[in-house]
Every structure is written in C-alpha cells, then in structure tokens.
C-alpha cells in the first residue's frame, strides 16, 4: 500500500482559511454557523492558529489540521460499526457514512478516540461522522485535494508519504501539532521560526 499522506508549510500560511472555505464550497456538508466543542459546525479542513508573546516581541503561526490519516488510525478501531476504514490502495481513512450508526448511537466514539478531533458531526439529531478524505473522488480522478489547489501560498501538499519526505524533509514538528508515535500522522511539516 502507498501512504498518501499532508505536507504543511506552515512558514508559508498566512492564514487565509481558502482552503478551508474551498473544502466546505467543494464537500458542502450543512454550512451550520457556529461551533460547539466540534458538534454543530463541520470543518473538514480547519485551521488552529498558535498566538504567543507580548508586544514587540510576538508570536502567530497556524496549523492545517484536516484527518492526518494515520497509519493505525484509531478511529478505525474505535468505530462499533465498521464505518471507517483504510483504503488499501491509497491508505487513506475512508468513512462508510451509510454504516455509521450516528452520534446519538455510538457517543462519537471515533472522536473521542481521534487525538487531533478531526471526525466531525452536525448538531442535528443523530447526525453522521464526516471527516477530511484528502478529496478522494478527485485523487481517484489525478486531481490534487481543492485544499491544495486553492492555498494561494503553496503551503499544502499531498502525495505519498515517501515523494513528500523526499521532496521536503522528515520533519514532524510545527508550533500546535504533537505528533503521536502510537498512531503515526500522515504528515511532513516545515515548522514557522519563533
């Protein structure tokens, strides 16, 4: 299996949120307003912005934080239904949205168990897990995720892991991401200086 995997460059991210608002334009899962804990709106592609120090010596940086997915994803395993699952060709974590029982059902157990929160749900009742698939119905077609199309800073990337690592480095490391050895993130990151 070849890993896809996310390369972020967070040096480059002006924090725009284009690749955000592209991936809601491009997946249109419910544009509810607001966010509650994760539950209300669903953001496949969402940004943490780090904001440090004190004025004149400041900080800001953001993460992309869409599904890193992992290679031994715990949402996988958590799931009571089956609904999320590797593709064997891609290893890109895949939802079953007709199999997943629902919120209100399983107590968002894929969440819970996810250490970055990227399975989201709407806020209506017993609303289905959604989560970033890298755009897999454009990547089974050889288009890039709308994400990467859309970041004017070319600060996104996808691809295998293996051509990432090759083309940008090894790093794991960037300011508001821990990397998780136990659940090993698709991901290459070029961390912003302080």
């Not at 395993?77 to 007709?98: F, H, M, Q, S």
């Not at 600060?155 to 508001?176: F, H």
């Amino acid at each position: 299996m070849t890993q896809i995997g996310l390369y972020f460059n967070q040096e480059r991210c002006t924090g725009c949120y284009t690749c955000s608002i592209a991936c809601k334009d491009w997946h249109n899962p419910g544009l509810e307003a607001d966010v509650r804990n994760g539950i209300g709106s669903v953001d496949l592609m969402r940004l943490k912005i780090t904001e440090r120090g004190t004025f004149p010596d400041l900080f800001l940086s953001y993460l992309a934080a869409p599904c890193y997915h992992c290679g031994e994803p715990p949402c996988v395993t958590a799931c009571p239904e089956n609904a999320i699952y590797k593709d064997e060709e891609t290893g890109i974590v895949l939802t079953d949205r007709e199999t997943c029982s629902g919120k209100d059902v399983c107590g968002m157990l894929c969440r819970k168990a996810c250490p970055y929160n990227s399975p989201q749900f709407e806020s209506r009742e017993n609303a289905k897990m959604q989560k970033c698939d890298f755009c897999h119905d454009r990547w089974q077609k050889g288009l890039a995720p709308v994400c990467v199309d859309a970041c004017p800073m070319y600060a996104l990337d996808i691809g295998p892991l293996k051509e990432l690592r090759s083309k940008y480095g090894d790093s794991v490391e960037a300011t508001g991401f821990r990397y998780s050895e136990k659940v090993k993130p698709s991901v290459v990151l070029t961390p912003k200086k302080s």
